[in-house]
């Protein structure tokens, strides 16, 4: 099965997708991890991606859509995968459709306000988890795999102002896209803590 995860910055969508692929074996491909370790190594597409991140905006879409084309043919794509992040308008979603098939697209919902407090309080480890600072109780290390957490480069108030707005203009469409394809799940978070969101994809997944 492969899966689009769709939801607003700080919906949970990193969250979510590191237990589903626990328990379903989905592989997690998310666009934004790719971007931050091409940062970090320094490459030409690291370098073009800093400037459109720090900023709050999208990646060209022929970039992006290029590394995820290319992605997916790796022999790790075979028995199915999270997408989390790309698509992130209608125009990758109409390249997707051209290179892959989707399955399902799950869209974590989470009221707007309770976002800026998520992203700023976050705190992440290179090996793909991410915490709260009020759940960590002082600690500054991975409870999965020791590693020291950090703050990203574009968890800052700014930046974040100017996600949601990317978010609101050219993502949020996409929940009509894949409404209309009949492919859409929305989970409601209102307050619910991580595990009960994922409860809540489990039911569906488990259809
Ligand atoms: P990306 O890395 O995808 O960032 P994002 O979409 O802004 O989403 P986040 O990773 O911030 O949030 P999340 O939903 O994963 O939340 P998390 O689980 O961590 O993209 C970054 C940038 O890369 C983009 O701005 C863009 O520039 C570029 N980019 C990426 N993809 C692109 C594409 N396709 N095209 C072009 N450009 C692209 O949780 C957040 C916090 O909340 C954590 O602290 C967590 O512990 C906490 N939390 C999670 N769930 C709950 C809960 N239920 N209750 C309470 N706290 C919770
Ligand atoms: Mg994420």
Redesign the pocket.
Same mark, same amino acid.
């Given at each position: 099965m492969n899966v689009v995860l769709l939801?607003?910055?700080?919906?949970?969508?990193?969250?979510?997708?590191s237990r589903i692929q626990e328990k379903y074996k989905l592989l997690h491909i998310?666009?934004? *991890?790719i $971007?931050?370790a091409n940062i970090k190594g320094g490459t030409e597409i690291g370098k073009l991606?800093k400037s459109?991140?720090d900023a709050?905006?999208?990646?060209?879409?022929e970039v992006?859509c290029d590394i995820?084309k290319d992605r997916l043919t790796w022999d790790d794509a075979n028995c199915g995968y999270m997408l *989390?992040? $790309?698509?992130?308008?209608v125009f990758?979603a109409e390249e997707l459709d051209k290179f892959a098939k989707v399955d399902l697209c799950l869209n974590?919902a989470?009221d707007e306000k309770?976002l800026m407090d998520?992203?700023c309080?976050?705190?992440?480890c290179a090996c793909g988890e991410?915490?709260?600072v009020s759940?960590l109780n002082g600690a500054t290390v991975c409870k999965k795999c020791g590693g020291e957490l950090y703050q990203?480069a574009?968890?800052n108030p700014e930046t974040v102002k100017s996600?949601l707005e990317?978010?609101n203009t050219q993502t949020a469409p996409l929940i009509d896209y894949y409404g209309a394809q009949g492919k859409l799940k929305t989970v409601n978070?209102g307050?619910?803590?991580?595990d009960?969101?994922f409860a809540k994809i489990c039911e569906i997944l488990d259809k």
């Open positions: 939801g607003a910055p700080g919906a949970g969508k990193g969250t979510q997708a998310s666009t934004g *991890d $971007f931050r991606a459109y991140i709050g905006k999208l990646v060209p879409d992006t995820v *989390d992040g $790309f698509p992130r308008n990758q974590i989470v309770l998520r992203i309080g976050r705190r992440v991410s915490y709260h759940t990203r574009d968890d996600r990317t978010y978070c307050n619910d803590s991580p009960e969101v």
